[in-house]
């Protein structure tokens, strides 16, 4: 029994990270997708654009990444939640710099289904989250 008891005992913490984690994913969602000219969402639900879905979901992935570097390395809640603020900056920078030197079209790329501009996006946007998450390892 001792052994099940020590198992959980940090599931307080886990709740707290996840939550928070989960927090973190939503206002990614929201700010990337100010960030961007063309709504992801409309795009991969209403015109279930391939494109858009790659490269969102790498958004999203790299985002991931990024963050589970942050609570790994996180010395506290509060160093977690300053970490996880810097992931979702690298990432919405990550599209800022694909958006402004390697590929200024790729909003209308994706917009026009376009896969390889999604593919590329996808994996900018994943480079950055595992590049993000291995210069957290201080």
Same mark, same amino acid.
């Given at each position: 029994?001792?052994?099940? @008891?020590?198992?959980? *005992?940090?599931?307080? =913490?886990?709740?707290?990270?996840?939550?928070? *984690?989960?927090?973190?994913?939503?206002?990614?969602?929201? +700010?990337?997708?100010?960030?961007?000219?063309?709504?992801?969402?409309?795009?991969?639900?209403?015109? !279930?654009?391939?494109?858009?879905?790659?490269?969102? #979901?790498?958004?999203?992935?790299?985002?991931?990444?990024?963050?589970?570097?942050?609570?790994? =390395?996180?010395?506290?809640?509060?160093?977690?939640?300053?970490? #996880?603020?810097?992931?979702?900056?690298? !990432?919405? %920078?990550?599209?800022? +710099?694909?958006?402004?030197? %390697?590929?200024?079209?790729?909003?209308?790329?994706?917009? =026009?289904?376009?896969?390889?501009?999604?593919?590329?996006?996808? *994996?900018? *946007?994943?480079?950055?989250? @595992? @590049?993000?998450?291995?210069?957290?390892?201080?």
């Amino acid at each position: 029994m001792d052994v099940i @008891l020590d198992s959980i *005992s940090g599931l307080g =913490n886990f709740a707290i990270y996840f939550g928070l *984690s989960i927090i973190f994913l939503f206002v990614f969602k929201v +700010v990337y997708a100010m960030v961007t000219p063309h709504d992801e969402w409309k795009l991969v639900k209403d015109d !279930q654009n391939t494109a858009a879905a790659v490269g969102f #979901g790498g958004a999203i992935i790299g985002f991931c990444i990024a963050l589970g570097g942050a609570a790994s =390395n996180s010395a506290s809640l509060v160093d977690f939640a300053i970490w #996880g603020l810097i992931a979702l900056i690298a !990432q919405v %920078f990550a599209f800022a +710099v694909l958006r402004m030197t %390697f590929m200024p079209k790729i909003a209308e790329r994706i917009a =026009n289904q376009e896969v390889s501009a999604g593919i590329m996006l996808a *994996s900018m *946007s994943v480079g950055i989250g @595992l @590049l993000n998450a291995a210069c957290m390892t201080y």
